[in-house]
């Protein structure tokens, strides 16, 4: 079988169907993504939200504010991040990832080529490529070098539009063949993660379930940890 045939293979939903998680993979982790909007208060949510349980990265996401305005905002949330060993990611802006320091950039498919990313920010740089639905536009970035793709949106969510919305068994046909790991993102709350654990997400990515629960942000880092065993 030649290379197109095979990536015909994996581009065949019935294909992706038969696979579920991969045991030799590490365990699934989660992957914290900031609230629409920030305010002083915030780093102390943060400290607290790491302080709950195990954080492996944390996403600084905020639409409608310039590159100077989100780099005020950044430094004392990267510097926790830094002190807690906490991968610290910009959303969209890879100059604005250069110019912080980050430890990596999340591109949307509109945001460029995870190869220019890697040109700018150097092998060491995380750089996660948002793929929505498609097993197409993950073997895409895989091939374009990104360091993980993000699925999604599994679950309606509130922290933005839902235009794609694929089946849990992407996460295992992605695990399965691939080695990159996958993030599994929208609408994700401790009560609906185990699914999607179960079919192979390698992280699961929490915003308005963390920093909107009625609880508060600690106890839902708890429930996210007991569910993923940390």
Known sequence: MDQDDDDALALDPGFADRFERDTSRPPCQLYLISPPAIDAGFRDRLA?????????????RLKGLDDHAIARIADP?????????VTF???DSMALAKRLGADGVHLGQEDGDPRDARALLGPQAQIGVTCHDSRHLA????????DYVAFGAFYPTMTKEVRHQPDPSILGWWTTLFEPPCVAIGGITPANAAPLVAAGADFIAASG????????????VKAFAALLGG
Request: glycine fraction near 12%; include cysteine.
């Open 48 to 60: 607290a939200a790491f302080d709950a349980g195990p954080v492996a990265a944390f996403q600084l």
């Open 77 to 85: 949330i990267q510097r926790l991040c830094a002190d807690a060993e």
């Open 89 to 91: 990611i910009i959303n």
């Open 139 to 146: 073997m895409e970035a895989g091939e374009a070098g990104a």
């Open 209 to 220: 379930s963390v920093w909107g629960a009625p609880e508060g942000e600690a106890a839902a």
